[in-house]
């Protein structure tokens, strides 16, 4: 007999046949006479009643049904007599394919911690939390994809292997298979790196964008959607040391173009998790209320997580440049009392996260986006403006989150690239390929970059970042 999925039993359409169920025992209990099997199999949130009638059968067959269990079950769906499901199935005969032992199986039918969740990464899943979070991060990722192809958009795969550091940050991993016990040294008695695998030094990509341009500059309009990996020590609810990030990069957009395809492709992922991850969202919208009744009245968030999503659809993302933020800033009222941790002086001041988040939660209410940034602060890469201070730079921000993307319109002029990577100390001889691209058929272009786990964050609401990806990599932890 063919695996019926929960999913397509709870529809109701095979009511009356016999049925093949297998899945996994969320929680067992009874009676003298009957016991009632809650069981899931991934593909909904919901749980499947299963109602094992003892004179039907046998008890000692029902021992080893404890939470966690994986069992195969024939019986027949019919209508719920009790409340709280419209449908059950009534069991014939019950296999135990897995038998999860109660006194060792960590999860228990009750509330775990979160952190006590990402030390069982491994058997998460089987939450309804990490269930509902891991089927909406595989919505967001085919609506992602969705997005950019109904756009004509190609997706290209930039390497993970590179030789450079897109942002020049220096915080990379390096690749390498020589032997740490025995490093080949040159004549200066440095490491030899022409004896290592790829003959130079290499790392673990930080972002797919300086090949994307490339791509951009033939294929017009493209997008990346790889892991990326950043070596910094930031141990935040919000940083991860392996993300995945979204990079689109576009020929012959401007800096407003840019910001347009940012808020529209964060607003279509929003309506596209509404509309197909109804009833995940449901259950998180309501985990999230109960979260909220044990919070202090000022650290609770004004709108649940469905109306906060709505709520972003339906506004407007407020531009602005960093210097009308600096201004709103610096006479705010947490800055005149000294609240913030970093206050803010003057312009030139780089923008902390407790500056990102007063502008859009307190000030604006709403997702903001921040451009015309001052180019000490930012990447080599990014189009200088006229007044020679600015660079055409823009993060977009979002409550609750912070920086949610970054991007900019590119430097596309080969004399103002080159000057801005020698006053940055960019090395020119190992760009050569980037810079030949100001040479060859030059044009005006512009991309950014959406961190995708941020961004499952905001969807799902939950308020740390290691529980929106399966196995997270932070400083200290690449356990699984
Ligand atoms: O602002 P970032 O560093 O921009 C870039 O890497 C550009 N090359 C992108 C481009 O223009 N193509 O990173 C982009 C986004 C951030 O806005 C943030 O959402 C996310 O990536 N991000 C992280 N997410 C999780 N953990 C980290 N450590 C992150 N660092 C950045
Ligand atoms: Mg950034």
Request: net charge negative; aromatic share 10%; proline share 4%.
């Amino acid at each position: 007999m063919k695996r019926s999925e929960i999913k397509s039993l709870l529809s109701g359409e095979q009511v009356g046949e016999e049925i093949l169920l297998k899945g996994w025992v969320r929680t067992k209990r009874g009676s003298k006479n009957v016991a009632f099997i809650a069981m899931n199999d991934g593909t909904t949130i919901n749980n499947i009643q299963v109602v094992a009638d003892l004179s039907k059968i046998d008890e000692s067959a029902l021992e080893s049904v404890t939470t966690g269990a994986c069992l195969a079950i024939i019986g027949k769906l019919v209508e719920s007599q009790g409340s709280g499901q419209q449908y059950e199935i009534e069991a014939d005969s019950i296999e135990v394919l897995g038998a999860a032992h109660p006194d060792e199986y960590p999860l228990q039918p009750k509330k775990h911690s979160l952190e006590f969740l990402r030390e069982n990464a491994h058997l998460r899943f089987r939450t309804n939390t990490f269930s509902a979070i891991n089927r909406i991060r595989h919505a967001m990722i085919f609506g992602i994809h969705k997005f950019f192809n109904d756009r004509g958009f190609y997706n290209i795969h930039t390497p993970i292997i590179t030789g450079s550091d897109a942002e020049g940050a220096g915080e990379t991993f390096r690749v390498s298979n020589l032997d740490l016990n025995n490093l080949p040294k040159d004549e200066e008695g440095n490491i030899d790196f022409r004896k290592d695998f790829f003959g130079k030094e290499t790392n673990l990509t930080v972002s797919g964008q300086l090949e994307a341009e490339l791509a951009a500059m033939a294929l017009s309009k493209v997008y990346t959607f790889g892991p990326t990996f950043r070596a910094e020590n930031s141990n935040t609810t919000r940083h991860l040391a392996e993300f995945w990030m979204i990079e689109p990069e576009v020929a012959f957009a401007d800096l407003d173009e840019n910001m347009d395809l940012g808020e529209a492709l964060l607003k279509y992922l929003i309506q596209y998790a509404l509309d197909n991850c109804a009833d995940d969202l449901a259950f998180l919208d309501s985990r999230l209320i109960e979260e909220e009744k044990n919070k202090k009245a000022e650290d609770k968030s004004p709108m649940a997580l469905i109306e906060k999503l709505k709520f972003v659809l339906t506004n407007d993302f407020v531009r602005i440049t960093y210097t009308e933020a600096i201004d709103i800033l610096r006479n705010s009222k947490p800055n005149k009392k000294k609240k913030f941790q970093y206050l803010i002086e003057g312009w030139g001041a780089d923008l902390q996260s407790e500056h990102e988040r007063f502008l859009v939660e307190k000030h604006f209410k709403k997702p903001v986006i921040l451009y015309d940034y001052p180019k000490e602060i930012k990447a080599f890469y990014m189009r200088q403006n006229e007044d020679g201070k600015t660079v055409r730079a823009m993060d977009i921000l979002f409550p609750g989150i912070g920086e949610m993307v970054g991007g900019s319109q590119r430097e596309e002029r080969l004399e103002k690239l080159e000057q801005r990577m020698a006053e940055m100390n960019v090395p020119k001889e190992e760009l050569w390929w980037y810079l030949d691209l100001r040479k060859f058929g030059t044009a005006p272009h512009s991309g950014f970059g959406l961190g995708f786990e941020r961004l499952v964050q905001f969807v799902t609401g939950m308020g740390n970042i290691r529980d929106v990806i399966p196995f997270p990599r932070t400083p200290k932890n690449a356990e699984f």
